[in-house]
């Protein structure tokens, strides 16, 4: 599929009957079939039959990956060029007809998923409206039809692949993993996949580097000599040098499955090697599966590879089941993975921990969240990838992938934490990712899992997936609530719901009652030292004060407790901080206490996470954030109230936090205890009884904002391209399914003739007038504009993408380029204006020293001293300026000195601000800043910025001194250990990568073995990563172009093809 082009033909979306999956299949041998093994292979067999899918589709697709060079921020490769857009006009015309046809031979057969949409009667009642709008005529479609249609949904032939039910007899049972008579293995099911022992001495990664290199220069010697001695292009000279390509491919290829094969058997463990099993034992200590585990893996749905929500407790080993399938997918069946995760550091942290695996199974792990990633994502001739990205990056992957015809690259999508879905903007955008996928290519499946779900049958729906739950937890988990100096279980079959359990046993004095009247020091120095708990608090204020609190009355015995690990930790923190280090936890760490909120800094986070996970800290007061996903059990988890804010707890919240009690293979049980006060008892007994809250679409959030970018994108990216297919998409998302629920009266046709309404009006698209087209009348066709375009490139929010034009184009009449000041304007995210006012007084200190030309640019901007000095003054002031543009410039001033500084300490005290505040405005405007470096991609008139704002880009993301930034993009190491790692003499990722653990750990202050391997393995990933890249960019430049001027190239002399 590589060297598949097709110049002219638009990529718009995947037929469903011309499927294009597991190309590389073709290049690999027929496995043996283990029982394992046959699964997958019959299924894929069944599955192209069924869909009548062959290698012929990817004619479809062509190739962009030409993003070689950048290292960060790749080029976004642009749709197809004019040339394309008769064939835009035609496939309109060809879709209406498909459509038409689609919905007029749609059964009514109804199977395990029923999809209802009594909206949809509207829709077609509303047409004169859109048409009226739009002055286009909309093509009669019966309301029996798209009846038909939704019912259709459900049809075999509809379904994606992955849910199609194989024959009986090839279910075969998986064997019972990790029993001790599993061992023999066949090694020819190897063969169908490449895997390098790795071995942990770092000689060896250094010389199989060596010998790499030597290699390819012997390879690009060979073969460039070769082409240097074709003077006069023949046909016979071009046969025998792609004869002598290919066959030097050949070779390498059998040398490098040779090299493995004898190493590694396959197949006893869920068709994977039992170096996987091995992996898991050795790096996560798993020994053993839980039963729940091997039931979910050996589930005939996920054999069969159909779509699948699984639903457990907090703690239950959701994601070690993930795990497992996401590695069937890259080594067995040989195709990419995405696996979405809520947060930069959630995603980080799973980078780090599955790197070690990449190294050893020979796949790819690459980071995409905060600015890291690239789009589309290098095409890997080998090697498999797994993205592991935030919700945000996700969306803009599968964008990438859709568009430039690679989507069934992705085999699998693996979402944790399903219930964002419901979750502000965020849920939306995950939603419109899913709801793509499940629309543009119907051989990925698709995996999300939860520990918070209530309407999974809704969900089902949304995802045409099966469900598995079950409420096991390894740790049993008690649930109690504090009421006055009683004990309460929670019961909720009881009638009462809280059944007395015991008084606490504790002596306070007057004063300390006063000082703490809900008992807390009773109750965590019930646990703490030996036991591990966590407080929940309701602001991040109120986290500090109760951890202060608690030192201040604590005996000074604990002093004692793990008093050397405790220095350790502060001299971190200390050195972290450039020299300074936070009073609360400088007077709190020596007790083993620490706060655990947003306005840490990431270093800060780190250190206290790792001192906690290791028992160094005992204690940690924290804010409902620690809550999802982090990986920070406690033997007992507090909740200081019953809030969040001043906002009552959710069920799902409240389950979250609580879930968090009880370390899997260290307490017998867990328990949590909720402190109530009198008046929030019954609110507090329906909290514990009540179901979980529903998730529901996010589409119509902030005035539909979603279903706008929605459609903007769908424009953009050609996956539809009229009102009609719009519908249909629309039917394919979890909107739609709850439709009735959300629309408040308004039927669907009318919420999204108002989208498009919208979008035309800002610009962002056009309607033209539909066509005959092949005897098919088209009612209008959408397209998007250069402003649309760049719009959802840059994931630019819609509400601002005429602002951000004008400000860029203002930008360009007088940019001041004699310092950052004027590029950090441009690109300090909207969004955060308003979540800080500036201090006047500081604002008129810092304007005042601003250069002349700064001052000017500024004046421009709409900033003068004059104003400033008034307002610093405490005068009024009669005609304010824009208060937008001035508040927004004070934050770029912010910015400014971080990048002069690099400390954020010093920056946060010099504008008197918090320093998670200021990390926060740094991580917004790296990201933001990327956004804008991908609109200004899309519009000619901006080209001037792209180089800048790449450059810029860098900067805000690492922030640090220069020579810190290749140490940084170790996927991990925050700018505390990068500072460590090269005043240690590690300067770049080579160093790193190479480093035996044992000599880093005495080269660098305070590092764990754990840590030191961490990164090592993280640096080699990173490393592997980048000579794979450069191996490639080899062949490429290697393969002999199609349209050598002179010669004659056959159908069967070249692997291009056109449609
Ligand atoms: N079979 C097993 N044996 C021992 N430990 C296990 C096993 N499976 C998972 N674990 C461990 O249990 C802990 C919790 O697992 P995991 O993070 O997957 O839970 P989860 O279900 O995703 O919970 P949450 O909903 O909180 O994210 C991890 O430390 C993991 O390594
Ligand atoms: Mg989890």
Same mark, same amino acid.
């Given at each position: 599929?590589?060297?598949?082009?097709?110049?002219?033909?638009?990529?718009?979306?995947?037929?469903?009957?011309?499927?294009?999956?597991?190309?590389?299949?073709?290049?690999?041998?027929?496995?043996?079939?283990?029982?394992?093994?046959?699964?997958?292979?019959?299924?894929?067999?069944?599955?192209?039959?069924?869909?009548?899918?062959?290698?012929?589709?990817?004619?479809?697709?062509?190739?962009?990956?030409?993003?070689?060079?950048?290292?960060?921020?790749?080029?976004?490769?642009?749709?197809?060029?004019?040339?394309?857009?008769?064939?835009?006009?035609?496939?309109?015309?060809?879709?209406?007809?498909?459509?038409?046809?689609?919905?007029?031979?749609?059964?009514?057969?109804?199977?395990?998923?029923?999809?209802?949409?009594?909206?949809?009667?509207?829709?077609?009642?509303?047409?004169?409206?859109?048409?009226?709008?739009?002055?286009?005529?909309?093509?009669?479609?019966?309301?029996?039809?798209?009846?038909?249609?939704?019912?259709?949904?459900?049809?075999?032939?509809?379904?994606?692949?992955?849910?199609?039910?194989?024959?009986?007899?090839?279910?075969?049972?998986?064997?019972?993993?990790?029993?001790?008579?599993?061992?023999? %293995?066949?090694?020819?099911?190897?063969?169908?996949?490449?895997?390098?022992?790795?071995?942990?001495?770092?000689?060896?990664?250094?010389?199989?580097?060596?010998?790499?290199? !030597?290699?390819?220069?012997?390879?690009?010697?060979?073969?460039?000599?070769?082409?240097?001695?074709?003077?006069?292009?023949?046909?016979?000279?071009?046969?025998?040098?792609?004869?002598?390509?290919?066959?030097?491919?050949?070779?390498?290829?059998?040398?490098?499955?040779?090299?493995?094969?004898?190493?590694?058997?396959?197949?006893?463990?869920?068709?994977?090697?039992?170096?996987?099993?091995?992996?898991?034992?050795?790096?996560?200590?798993?020994?053993?599966?839980?039963?729940?585990?091997?039931?979910?893996?050996?589930?005939?749905?996920?054999?069969?590879?159909?779509?699948?929500?699984?639903?457990?407790?907090?703690?239950?080993?959701?994601?070690?089941?993930?795990?497992?399938?996401?590695?069937?997918?890259?080594?067995?069946?040989?195709?990419?993975?995405?696996?979405?995760?809520?947060?930069?550091?959630?995603?980080?942290?799973?980078?780090?921990?599955?790197?070690?695996?990449?190294?050893?199974?020979?796949?790819?792990?690459?980071?995409?969240?905060?600015? !890291?990633?690239?789009?589309?994502?290098?095409?890997?001739?080998?090697?498999?990838?797994?993205?592991?990205?935030?919700?945000?990056?996700?969306?803009?992957?599968?964008?990438?992938?859709? &568009?430039?015809?690679?989507?069934?690259?992705?085999?699998?999508?693996?979402?944790?934490? #399903?219930?964002?879905?419901?979750?502000?903007?965020?849920?939306?955008?995950?939603?419109?990712?899913?709801?793509?996928?499940?629309?543009?290519?119907?051989?990925?499946?698709?995996?999300?899992?939860?520990?918070?779900?209530?309407?999974?049958?809704?969900?089902?729906?949304?995802?045409?997936?099966?469900?598995?739950?079950?409420?096991?937890?390894?740790?049993?988990?008690?649930?109690?609530?504090?009421?006055?100096?009683?004990?309460?279980?929670?019961?909720?079959?009881?009638?009462?719901?809280?059944?007395?359990?015991?008084?606490?046993?504790?002596?306070?004095?007057?004063?300390?009652?006063?000082?703490?009247?809900?008992?807390?020091?009773?109750?965590?120095?019930?646990?703490?030292?030996?036991?591990?708990?966590?407080?929940?608090?309701?602001?991040?204020?109120?986290?500090?004060?109760?951890?202060?609190?608690? %030192?201040?009355?604590? @005996?000074?015995?604990?002093?004692?407790? !793990?008093?050397?690990?405790?220095?350790?930790?502060?001299?971190?923190?200390?050195?972290?901080?450039?020299?300074?280090?936070?009073?609360?936890?400088?007077?709190?760490?020596?007790?083993?206490?620490?706060?655990?909120?947003?306005?840490?800094?990431?270093?800060?986070?780190?250190?206290?996470?790792?001192?906690?996970?290791?028992?160094?800290?005992?204690?940690?007061? %924290?804010?409902?954030?620690?809550?999802?996903?982090?990986?920070?059990?406690?033997?007992?988890?507090?909740?200081?109230?019953?809030?969040?804010?001043?906002?009552?707890?959710?069920?799902?919240?409240?389950?979250?936090?609580?879930?968090?009690?009880?370390?899997?293979?260290?307490?017998?049980?867990?328990?949590?205890?909720?402190?109530?006060?009198?008046?929030?008892?019954?609110?507090?007994?329906?909290?514990?009884?009540?179901?979980?809250?529903?998730?529901?679409?996010?589409?119509?959030?902030?005035?539909?904002?979603?279903?706008?970018?929605?459609?903007?994108?769908?424009?953009?990216?050609?996956?539809?391209?009229?009102?009609?297919?719009?519908?249909?998409?629309?039917?394919?998302?979890?909107?739609?399914?709850?439709?009735?629920?959300?629309?408040?009266?308004?039927? #669907?046709?009318?919420?999204?003739?108002?989208?498009?309404?919208?979008?035309?009006?800002?610009?962002?698209?056009?309607?033209?007038?539909? %066509?005959?087209?092949?005897?098919?009348?088209?009612?209008?066709?959408?397209?998007?504009?250069?402003?649309?375009?760049?719009?959802?490139?840059?994931?630019?929010?819609?509400?601002?993408?005429?602002?951000?034009?004008?400000?860029?184009?203002?930008?360009? &009449?007088?940019?001041?380029?004699?310092?950052?000041?004027?590029?950090?304007?441009?690109?300090?995210?909207?969004?955060?204006?308003?979540?800080?006012?500036?201090?006047?007084?500081?604002?008129?200190?810092?304007?005042?020293?601003?250069?002349?030309?700064?001052?000017?640019?500024?004046?421009?901007?709409?900033?003068?001293?004059?104003?400033?000095? !008034?307002?610093?003054?405490?005068?009024?002031?009669?005609?304010?300026?824009?208060?937008?543009?001035? @508040?927004?410039?004070?934050?770029?001033?912010?910015?400014?000195?971080?990048?002069?500084?690099?400390?954020?300490?010093?920056?946060?005290?010099?504008?008197?601000?918090?320093?998670?505040?200021?990390?926060?405005?740094?991580?917004?405007?790296?990201?933001?800043?990327?956004?804008?470096?991908?609109?200004?991609?899309?519009?000619?008139?901006?080209?001037?910025?792209?180089?800048?704002?790449?450059?810029?880009?860098?900067?805000?993301?690492?922030?640090?001194?220069?020579?810190?930034?290749?140490?940084?993009?170790?996927?991990?190491?925050?700018?505390?250990?990068?500072?460590?790692?090269?005043?240690?003499?590690?300067?770049?990722?080579?160093?790193?990568?190479?480093?035996?653990?044992?000599?880093?750990?005495?080269?660098?202050?305070?590092?764990?073995?754990?840590?030191?391997?961490?990164?090592?393995?993280?640096?080699?990933?990173?490393?592997?990563?980048?000579?794979?890249?450069?191996?490639?960019?080899?062949?490429?430049?290697?393969?002999?172009?199609?349209?050598?001027?002179?010669?004659?190239?056959?159908?069967?002399?070249?692997?291009?093809?056109?449609?």
């Amino acid at each position: 599929m590589d060297e598949l082009e097709s110049p002219t033909l638009v990529v718009r979306k995947v037929s469903t009957r011309k499927r294009h999956r597991d190309v590389k299949s073709n290049q690999t041998p027929e496995p043996k079939k283990t029982s394992a093994s046959r699964v997958f292979s019959e299924e894929k067999q069944e599955c192209e039959e069924e869909t009548g899918c062959t290698t012929e589709a990817g004619k479809q697709c062509y190739d962009q990956s030409s993003d070689s060079d950048e290292d960060l921020f790749g080029e976004y490769d642009s749709f197809a060029e004019e040339t394309s857009f008769l064939a835009q006009l035609d496939n309109a015309g060809r879709n209406v007809t498909d459509f038409d046809n689609y919905v007029t031979s749609c059964t009514v057969k109804k199977r395990n998923v029923i999809i209802s949409h009594p909206a949809d009667k509207d829709i077609m009642n509303k047409h004169s409206t859109f048409n009226h709008i739009l002055g286009q005529h909309m093509p009669a479609v019966t309301q029996n039809v798209i009846d038909e249609d939704i019912a259709g949904a459900g049809e075999v032939d509809e379904l994606p692949c992955s849910q199609l039910l194989l024959p009986e007899e090839n279910s075969v049972p998986l064997p019972v993993v990790f029993s001790s008579n599993i061992g023999n %293995c066949d090694n020819n099911y190897l063969k169908s996949y490449t895997v390098t022992e790795q071995t942990s001495a770092d000689s060896n990664v250094t010389d199989k580097t060596a010998n790499k290199r !030597k290699s390819l220069q012997d390879h690009i010697k060979s073969t460039l000599a070769g082409n240097a001695k074709v003077q006069v292009p023949q046909i016979s000279r071009s046969k025998h040098l792609k004869e002598a390509a290919v066959a030097e491919e050949i070779n390498i290829a059998m040398k490098a499955i040779d090299s493995t094969v004898e190493n590694l058997d396959h197949g006893p463990f869920y068709g994977l090697p039992t170096k996987v099993k091995d992996l898991f034992t050795q790096q996560r200590g798993i020994k053993e599966l839980y039963d729940w585990q091997h039931t979910c893996l050996t589930l005939p749905s996920v054999q069969q590879r159909r779509n699948l929500i699984y639903s457990l407790p907090t703690s239950g080993g959701k994601t070690l089941v993930a795990e497992i399938l996401i590695l069937q997918e890259l080594l067995l069946r040989q195709q990419d993975v995405l696996m979405i995760l809520p947060y930069v550091a959630i995603v980080q942290e799973k980078v780090r921990g599955l790197s070690g695996f990449g190294l050893e199974l020979n796949f790819l792990v690459e980071e995409y969240a905060g600015s !890291k990633g690239r789009f589309p994502p290098i095409k890997r001739r080998k090697k498999k990838s797994l993205y592991i990205a935030t919700i945000e990056k996700g969306h803009s992957l599968v964008n990438s992938l859709i &568009e430039v015809g690679r989507i069934e690259d992705l085999g699998l999508i693996v979402v944790d934490e #399903l219930h964002m879905l419901g979750e502000g903007s965020r849920g939306a955008i995950l939603e419109m990712t899913l709801a793509k996928i499940l629309y543009s290519c119907k051989t990925t499946q698709i995996i999300g899992m939860s520990a918070t779900l209530n309407n999974v049958n809704e969900l089902q729906q949304f995802l045409k997936a099966e469900h598995y739950t079950s409420d096991f937890r390894p740790v049993k988990l008690m649930e109690f609530v504090k009421l006055r100096d009683s004990i309460y279980e929670v019961d909720t079959k009881a009638e009462d719901c809280f059944a007395f359990s015991r008084l606490l046993n504790f002596k306070y004095s007057s004063n300390l009652q006063k000082m703490d009247p809900d008992h807390l020091i009773a109750l965590v120095t019930e646990v703490i030292p030996l036991h591990s708990c966590l407080v929940f608090c309701p602001t991040k204020k109120n986290c500090e004060n109760v951890a202060e609190m608690i %030192c201040k009355y604590l @005996n000074k015995e604990f002093l004692n407790h !793990k008093h050397k690990e405790k220095c350790s930790l502060l001299d971190d923190l200390k050195s972290f901080g450039d020299g300074t280090i936070c009073p609360t936890l400088k007077r709190t760490v020596p007790y083993g206490i620490a706060y655990h909120h947003s306005g840490l800094t990431n270093d800060e986070r780190r250190l206290i996470e790792e001192a906690y996970s290791t028992g160094i800290l005992c204690l940690l007061t %924290c804010t409902s954030t620690l809550a999802a996903g982090v990986n920070l059990p406690a033997r007992r988890v507090i909740l200081r109230s019953p809030y969040v804010a001043t906002d009552f707890l959710k069920r799902s919240q409240y389950k979250q936090m609580v879930g968090r009690a009880g370390r899997a293979g260290i307490d017998t049980a867990g328990e949590s205890i909720l402190i109530l006060q009198e008046k929030d008892k019954v609110q507090v007994k329906d909290l514990v009884r009540k179901p979980l809250e529903n998730c529901y679409s996010n589409l119509l959030l902030n005035s539909c904002k979603g279903i706008q970018s929605l459609l903007l994108s769908l424009i953009g990216l050609k996956i539809v391209r009229s009102p009609e297919e719009i519908c249909k998409f629309i039917y394919g998302t979890l909107f739609s399914v709850q439709y009735q629920q959300l629309s408040e009266g308004k039927s #669907l046709w009318d919420i999204v003739k108002d989208a498009l309404e919208y979008l035309i009006e800002k610009c962002l698209i056009t309607a033209k007038k539909g %066509c005959e087209n092949e005897g098919q009348e088209i009612s209008c066709i959408l397209e998007i504009t250069q402003l649309g375009h760049a719009t959802y490139k840059g994931s630019i929010d819609l509400s601002y993408c005429d602002l951000l034009y004008k400000d860029l184009k203002k930008g360009l &009449e007088g940019l001041v380029l004699d310092s950052l000041l004027h590029l950090l304007y441009l690109v300090t995210p909207y969004d955060m204006i308003s979540q800080y006012n500036p201090d006047w007084m500081l604002y008129f200190r810092q304007f005042s020293q601003l250069s002349a030309a700064e001052q000017k640019m500024a004046v421009n901007l709409g900033v003068s001293e004059s104003f400033l000095a !008034k307002k610093a003054s405490g005068h009024s002031v009669k005609k304010s300026p824009d208060s937008d543009i001035v @508040n927004r410039f004070y934050l770029s001033l912010v910015l400014y000195a971080l990048l002069k500084e690099t400390n954020l300490w010093t920056v946060a005290h010099k504008f008197n601000m918090p320093r998670g505040f200021v990390q926060n405005l740094l991580n917004s405007t790296a990201v933001f800043s990327s956004c804008v470096l991908h609109f200004c991609e899309e519009l000619e008139e901006f080209w001037s910025y792209r180089a800048l704002f790449t450059e810029l880009t860098k900067k805000l993301t690492y922030c640090v001194k220069s020579e810190l930034i290749p140490l940084m993009e170790i996927s991990g190491v925050l700018e505390g250990r990068a500072k460590q790692l090269y005043s240690a003499g590690y300067k770049t990722v080579v160093h790193v990568a190479n480093a035996d653990p044992e000599v880093l750990i005495k080269n660098v202050d305070h590092l764990s073995r754990r840590q030191a391997r961490q990164i090592i393995t993280s640096a080699k990933m990173l490393l592997t990563e980048r000579i794979e890249a450069l191996q490639d960019e080899v062949e490429e430049l290697q393969k002999l172009p199609s349209d050598m001027p002179g010669e004659l190239v056959s159908s069967e002399d070249t692997s291009i093809t056109a449609e």
